[in-house]
């Protein structure tokens, strides 16, 4: 009898120390604004997250420090100590392990332990206030207005993208980014897979990108090592101002999926580089004076309205066009829509030139894989696919952008897939890469249908209660958050 009853004292001690954690990371804190990340005063191993003014106490993993310009917590030597702000708290700061603390995020970044034995360290993920970003060129950097994100919260862990790794004494310790999604959303094995390789960093992510800096991210740096900023510009020797190498990697940052590994990097960039080329070499059927706005699709108009003082023409490296597609990149980019419908131009003008070809490239289309899916393989054609001469290689790509424009026996551009196929041979040789064997032309392929193996339900319908759907929608769910975007809209 005594033991039960110690038993239960302790599991009352312990509820009223959770309740009073809690009650203090409620009213202790002073939000400076209604939503967002801030530093924990007289605390740097420790942060607050605020949501409608409520503010919730966070805590580092052991060792780790709030990197408030980041929004993510690093390492001491890379972090600014914020001890020295004024508090607005009352009270002592509460200290939690990353074991036991109340959160409502997942885990965003990877720390390597420098220990002799291998260790993984995970630290809390944390959404962070995006802006607008700046534009890059070979002498100047122009930094356009910013614009703070909003995003809901879900105490359930996500699917990342990158597995674990270990390192043992000696090896580097800079913290390694790895993709997760915040929300808890009724998805598909078919989803979680995909989301695998769509998975997105948050925009902010690009503003410390710079060629060299050792902190880039893991996929830049794997770029920055097959592609020089010497061949780059050999390469584009014409290239408009904006389309810059700095750019080009501000622009990988988010897509952690692209150029993952060194084996698919040189095949990547050379597929890219060769579609970029195409699209941008001529103007395509641009109407300047034209809207672009698909009043058509109600939810078209519903979701990505058209701003009528601006025009959806093709801008970017793939030529993005109509408000739905600027609507939806601005979705997965922003969180929010309305950065790119009423702000097209940094299409144009940024880093974005670059990222909207990115994103097209990483975003499948049922029944069309993604480019990057065919690319490193994760896409294998079925009987149907077979059967229609849609093998792995640079021609499947082309069939992705265009389809019968440039694909089958009758084009009606019958010469767009030569002039691809010439840039890839081009930018092969360039990076070194091996194409013998590779299917480059499409000129024998019938268009990707519903009976291929890409076919996965990946949207959400509102006017289907929010259930996947294989038709297009405004609410992708390979874009965090739409889920509950989708409910909302009813």
């Known amino acids: 009898l005594t033991f039960f009853l110690k038993i239960l004292v302790m599991r009352l001690f312990s509820g009223v120390f959770v309740l009073s954690n809690l009650l203090s990371s409620v009213f202790s ?8 990340f801030f530093p924990a005063p007289s605390d740097c191993s ?3 997250q605020c949501v409608g003014w409520y503010s919730y106490h966070q805590a580092c993993p052991s060792g780790l420090r709030y990197n408030y310009g980041g929004n993510y917590c690093d390492w001491p030597d890379n972090v ?3 001890e020295e702000i004024p508090t607005t708290t009352s009270g002592s700061t509460q200290k939690s ?3 036991s603390m109340s959160t409502t995020v997942s885990t965003t970044i990877k720390v390597s332990s420098t220990s002799t034995e291998s260790t993984t360290t995970k630290s809390p993920k944390t959404t962070t206030t995006q802006s ?29 993208m990158a597995e674990e790794t270990t390192t043992t004494e000696g090896a580097s310790t800079t913290p390694e980014l790895i993709c997760s999604y915040l929300e808890d959303e009724p998805i598909t094995p078919e989803v979680r ?7 997105m960093f948050p925009a902010s992510i690009v503003d410390s990108v710079e060629p060299g800096r050792k902190e880039n991210p893991a996929n830049v740096k794997i770029v920055e090592a097959i592609l020089t900023e010497e061949v780059f510009y050999t390469a584009f020797p014409n290239a408009n101002n904006a389309y810059t190498y700095t750019n080009f990697l501000k622009a990988l940052a988010p897509f952690p999926s692209v150029c993952k590994t060194e084996i698919h990097c040189k095949q990547e960039l050379a597929t890219m580089f060769a579609h970029f080329q195409q699209e941008t070499k001529i103007e395509m059927e641009n109407c300047f004076v034209c809207a672009y706005c698909k009043t058509w699709l109600h939810w078209s108009v519903n979701t990505y309205r058209c701003n009528p003082t601006k025009r959806y023409y093709g801008r970017g490296s793939v030529k993005l066009q109509w408000n739905d597609n600027y609507g939806a990149f601005s979705q997965a980019m922003y969180g929010d829509p309305r950065v790119l419908l009423d702000n097209p131009d940094l299409v144009a003008t940024t880093w974005l030139n670059f990222a909207s070809g990115i994103w097209f490239f990483v975003a499948p289309q049922p029944p069309k894989p993604s480019m990057l899916d065919i690319v490193s393989g994760s896409w294998q054609p079925n009987e149907a696919e077979i059967a229609a001469n849609i093998l792995p290689g ?11 424009k440039e694909c089958g026996p009758n084009p009606s551009n019958p010469t767009a897939s030569l002039n691809r196929q010439r840039y890839y041979t081009s930018f092969a040789g360039a990076l070194g890469l091996d194409i ?3 299917k480059l032309d499409c000129k024998d392929m019938l268009p990707f249908s519903t009976a291929g193996s890409a076919n996965p339900a990946i949207y959400w319908d509102p006017d289907y209660n929010c259930r996947l759907v294989n038709w297009q929608t405004a609410f992708s769910a390979l874009v965090d958050g739409n889920y509950q975007r989708c409910l909302d809209s009813k």
């Not at 897979?193 to 998975?199: D, E, G, K």
């Not at 640079?394 to 019968?404: E, K, P, R, S």
């Open 29 to 36: 804190f002073s939000c400076p604004d209604s939503d967002g």
């Open 46 to 48: 420790s942060f607050y």
């Open 80 to 82: 600014k100590c914020y």
């Open 97 to 99: 392990s990353t074991s």
């Open 132 to 160: 607008i970003p700046s534009t890059t060129s070979k002498k100047t950097d122009t930094t356009t207005k910013s614009t703070t994100e909003k995003q809901p919260q879900t105490t359930s862990t996500q699917t990342t």
């Open 193 to 199: 897979s995909q989301r695998l390789s769509t998975c």
């Open 394 to 404: 640079l021609g499947a790509t082309t069939m992705v952008i265009n389809g019968a």
């Open 436 to 438: 013998s064997g590779e």
